[in-house]
């Protein structure tokens, strides 16, 4: 498999010279780490270093704490219509800049260009979207019980906050924090993805750029666990949003536990696709082909478990066979490409696992089922059928370009095995019948459903899970209410 030569990009304030050099944000400059360390940034496209960033240690995460402290002072006195005027500026800078960002993601993440440009679209209608709702955060009066007494609930921002977000979605992921946490009224302190710096910085200087005070938006990267064992119990920090693992989700829940601090957790999912035999089986196939491989199947929502009810089974199975095995994989940057490289070596050694020990079990390899040669971290669309319970791609989150096909009898047995799992992210169906749809909705444990069409993740809409995928919301106004406390005040006249 070819890899298309990757054309240089401009240079950008964080970003300098052939090879990149992404550097730490804090207090509205631009700056390398104080002992200078960096970490390297490879293509996946090519297996290649193409850059460093800078490694943040505690003595620039004090300095970022104490930048997050003043920024919080600040940007709390501003206005919410000043606030929202300067976040749709930074969206303004997003969609201006946006051939130059894209190819700053898919060099570092490797998805195709059109994915990542869709994703820097969704970034600023999220900005968008959160700058217009910071401007609604209603209180309330409730009805006193006593004459001239007034009672007033009334919203303010919680204050500073520590981010943690991933390299799956760099942009998208860290706008849903950095934008709910802006809009309410905080200071951020995001923690980017060391495998994607530059996309997250260049998310970052669209918000400088607009004119968001020094303080307001920081970012650091570094050791992951060094950074959330030092932000998360400081006193400065007092609220704490994350997107990622399960088993990491659950030690940083913890933490934030140890030391009262709320906490959003976006995590892993495991999402099954119930097809019913009444179901437009074109429809499901093209949509589910589609959803599967997107993103080269790193998405946290992403369609694993495929429940078809045995009438159709075969049919549906052939379907999704052939649209995997047309799919165009290579660089993201090549304009034929349908599906990037995995984004890291990691990934890839942990794909092939899943379907090495799948196939000892006993599983079916219907396509793909290894990595593609060539430099780069390729994995082939692959369709396993026949996957015993007991497979690890059966118990754990794949995450990667990783389907598996599971015949059912009945509605009771498709709710079963979709419930089967700790995980209750994201759940799909597809009916003609009005009675299975509502059905199905309700029987499913998830924080998302989508029925007849693929219908998350839109700005004005929830956006999270249940059981081990996690809790809060990272979309609509309960992702606002997050970065606010709700505050009672009684007066009574003297």
Known sequence: MSTPTIPATTSAPARTGAQSHTQLFIDGAWTDSEAGRTLPVVNPATGAESGTVSRAEKPDLDRALASASKGFRTWRKISA???????????????????????????????????????????????????????????????????????????????????????????????????????????????????????????????????????????????????????????????????????????????AGEYMKPATMELGGHAPVIIFDDADLDVAAKMMTGSKYRNAGQVCV?????????????????????????????????????????????????????????????????????????????????VLTNAPTDSRVMNEEPFGPLAVMIPFADFDQAVAEANRLPYGLAAYAFTRSAKTANLIAAAVESGMVSINHLGLALPEVPFGGVKDSGYGSEGGTEAMDAYMIHKFITQAGI
């Open 81 to 255: 219509f000043e606030r929202s005027k300067m976040m749709r500026k930074a969206a303004s800078l997003l969609r201006e800049r946006i051939d130059h960002v894209a190819t700053v993601l898919t060099t570092e993440q490797g998805k195709p260009l059109a994915e990542s440009k869709a994703e820097i679209h969704s970034a600023a209608d999220l900005i968008d979207w959160f700058a217009e709702e910071g401007r609604r955060t209603y209180g309330r009066v409730i009805p006193a019980r006593a004459e001239g007494v007034y009672q007033l609930m009334v919203k303010e921002p919680i204050g500073p906050v520590a981010a943690f977000s991933p390299w799956n979605f760099p942009i998208n992921l860290s706008t849903r924090k950095v934008g709910a946490a802006l809009a309410a009224g905080c200071s951020i302190i995001l923690k980017g993805a060391e495998e994607t710096p530059g996309s997250v910085a260049e998310l970052v200087r669209a918000f400088a750029d607009a004119g968001v005070p020094p303080g307001t938006v920081n970012l650091v990267f570094g050791v992951p666990s060094e950074i959330s064992e030092y932000l998360i119990p400081s006193p400065i920090i007092r609220k704490v949003s994350f997107t990622g693992s399960t088993a990491v989700g659950k030690k940083l829940a913890a933490l």
């Open 302 to 382: 992403s369609p694993t478990r495929f429940l078809v009810q045995k009438k159709v089974y075969d049919a549906f199975v052939d379907k999704f066979i052939t649209a995997s095995k047309s799919l165009k994989v290579g660089d993201g940057l090549a304009p034929e490409t349908n599906m990037g490289p995995l984004a890291h070596d990691r990934r890839l050694q942990s794909i092939e696992a899943f379907v090495d020990e799948a196939a000892l079990k006993g599983a079916k390899v219907e396509t793909g089922g290894s990595r593609m040669e060539g430099k780069g971290y390729f994995f082939a669309p692959t």
